[in-house]
């Protein structure tokens, strides 16, 4: 047994749409809770860092300041974007941007929180990454920068498992985000058969990821590691 317990969680992108509902959910949960977003939080962390997360200088700075501080033993690497684009109009320029932003914080932040996790006993890392890794059309740098993620996870799950530290991921399907309806337009045809298709017959809400989170996050999950559970209604099933 290990002696975890909930003390401080860093989310990344923990400001806005599902990070903002990770953020609440893990603040109810008895988190001290610190985001890190380059936009301001809709909802009430008790700390709050603007960042640009795909600058790595910066954001390294920042987590090591935040590790002297902080007893941070909870890492929700959540930040993201999508740049839906057909293979032969991927760019290179995007392909940096989302290695950028969407995996490298990840590195980054666990590399500086890692410490404390082991001085305390333990630790919760939890990436939110996305049914796209099982495949999507237009998905071809975003399925890229996620499917890196469970993978890395994979690897950190080994690596820390001795010291009581779980890695996880919550791979989300379709959730009604702005994102979401940005990058799917309510009235077109492709949204509708995405909503049509799945098995629950409804768009996920960001409360039924931030639900995932929190179970990997909780003392009690300290038998899971190294896994990726899939929040989709349905979609990934057959």
Not at 21 to 33: E, M, S
Not at 51 to 62: F, G, I, M, R, Y
Not at 135 to 160: C, F, I, N, P, V
């Amino acid at each position: 047994m290990i002696s975890y317990a909930r003390r401080t969680a860093v989310i990344t992108g923990g400001s806005c749409g599902i990070g903002a509902r990770i953020t609440a959910r893990l603040k109810a949960d008895g988190f001290r809770t610190i985001v890190l977003d380059i936009a301001k939080p809709t909802t009430y962390p008790d700390r709050f860092y603007e960042v640009d997360l795909s600058d790595a200088e910066a954001t390294k700075a920042l987590c090591d300041e935040i590790a002297v501080e902080e007893e941070v033993n909870c890492l929700v690497n959540n930040v993201g974007i999508v740049k839906p684009a057909l293979l032969e109009e991927v760019e290179t320029a995007d392909f940096d941007r989302l290695m950028h932003l969407n995996l490298r914080p990840s590195l980054l932040c666990a590399q500086a929180f890692m410490p404390a996790m082991k001085a305390l006993g333990g630790g919760r890392i939890v990436m939110n990454t996305s049914r796209v890794t099982k495949g999507k059309t237009l998905r071809t740098l975003y399925s890229a920068t996620k499917g890196a993620a469970q993978s890395m996870a994979r690897t950190w799950a080994l690596e820390l498992g001795q010291y009581g530290i779980t890695v996880n991921c919550v791979a989300p399907g379709p959730i009604a985000t702005e994102a979401f309806w940005k990058n799917n337009p309510p009235e077109a045809p492709r949204t509708k058969e995405i909503i049509e298709n799945i098995p629950v017959k409804r768009l996920g809400t960001g409360d039924d990821v931030a639900n995932a989170v929190s179970f990997f996050c909780a003392p009690e999950a300290g038998f899971v590691t190294g896994q990726t559970l899939f929040v989709c209604g349905g979609v990934t099933v057959g």
